[in-house]
C-alpha cells in the first residue's frame, strides 16, 4: 500500500474565481510541484485564498488544512506568477511551517511559458530566494507550453 499525503492548496486572492483546473491537472498527474508525489497516493484536505493582502486567511487556514489530516500546504503557482509576484510568499511559507508545524512548498501547478517567458525577461526571479521558490515549478518548456 503506498503511502498517503493529505495536502491542502491555498492560492492568491487575486484568483479567487479559479476553478482550480491546472492545480488539480497538475496533482493528477504529478506534474510540477505534485511531481514529489509520484510514487504516493495525495488526498486533498483543503482548497481556499489567501483572502486577499495581506494575506489574513494564512493565519486560519493552514489550522483548518491540519484538522483535516493536511501534512503539507501548497502555496499556489499563481503566488509566484501574478503581476507582480506575490511579496509574502516567503514569509507565508514560513509562518505555516512555524505556526502549525506544517510542510510547505511554494508551488502547484507547472509555471505557463508564458508566464516564465515574462518573468525571465523582466528578471523578476533572478534572486537566490526566488530562484529557490520557483525551483519546483520551472519544468521543461514542453511541460510549460501544456499550461499555457
Given amino acids: ?22 492545480c488539480l491537472r497538475a496533482l493528477y498527474n504529478r506534474e510540477g510541484a505534485f511531481d514529489r508525489y509520484k510514487d504516493k497516493d495525495v488526498q486533498l484536505v483543503g482548497y481556499t485564498t489567501c483572502s486577499g493582502c495581506p494575506g489574513g486567511n494564512v493565519e486560519y487556514a493552514p489550522a483548518e488544512m491540519k484538522k483535516n489530516g493536511a501534512d503539507v500546504v501548497h502555496l499556489a ?11 509574502r510568499v516567503g514569509y507565508f511559507k514560513r509562518y505555516i511551517k512555524e505556526a502549525f508545524g506544517l510542510e510547505v512548498v511554494v508551488g ?4 505557463p511559458e508564458k508566464y516564465y517567458k515574462i518573468h525571465s525577461a523582466l528578471g523578476t526571479w533572478d534572486s537566490p530566494m526566488w530562484q529557490e521558490l520557483i525551483a519546483p515549478v520551472v ?6 507550453l501544456a499550461y499555457d
Fill in 1 to 22: 500500500m503506498k503511502e498517503v499525503v493529505h495536502l491542502g492548496i491555498i492560492i492568491c486572492n487575486r484568483y479567487a474565481t479559479c476553478a482550480g483546473g491546472k
Fill in 108 to 111: 502547484t501547478h507547472p509555471i
Fill in 139 to 144: 519544468s521543461d518548456e514542453a511541460t510549460r
Fill in 77 to 87: 503557482t499563481g503566488m509566484v506568477v501574478g503581476y507582480p509576484p506575490c511579496n
